[in-house]
């Protein structure tokens, strides 16, 4: 069975720093592509970040790029969004995303869904 557990969310001012964790389970990363969206209220998911499985390659929407990292521990089977210089902007719930090997922007394609975990940005 397919599982995906978010962690890692809170409140947090803005500059400050998040890491995010995506615990896989019933399936192993080697084969899958991992990606992180985020919903804010009102507006629709989008896509912040991925990591294929096919060669590890990421990718990174421009609004985080330089300030998010994602990498992946496959002895954990664990995906992280390391998140840095954090501003209101980034509030919104995130969400992992599982879908075989390659990457894609569009949500529809992922398979599999966490739970989602908050993170709110604010003094």
């Known amino acids: 069975q397919v599982q995906l557990v978010e962690s890692g969310g809170g409140l947090v001012q803005p500059g400050g720093s998040l890491r995010l964790s995506c615990a896989a389970s019933?399936?192993?990363?080697?084969?899958?592509?991992i990606g992180w969206f985020r919903q804010a209220p009102g507006k629709e998911r989008e896509g912040v970040s991925c990591?294929?499985?096919?060669?590890?390659?990421?990718y990174y929407t421009d609004s985080v790029k330089g300030r998010f990292t994602i990498s992946r521990d496959n002895a954990k089977n664990t995906v992280y969004l390391q998140m840095n210089s954090l501003k209101p902007e980034d509030t919104a719930v995130y969400y992992c995303?599982?879908?075989?090997?390659?990457?894609?922007?569009?949500?529809?394609?992922?398979?599999?869904w966490g739970q989602g975990t908050q993170v709110t940005v604010s003094s």
């Open positions: 995303g599982q879908r075989p090997v390659l990457c894609t922007d569009y949500d529809s394609e992922y398979d599999y």
């Open positions: 990591i294929s499985s096919s060669d590890g390659s990421t």
């Open positions: 019933g399936f192993t990363l080697d084969y899958y592509a």
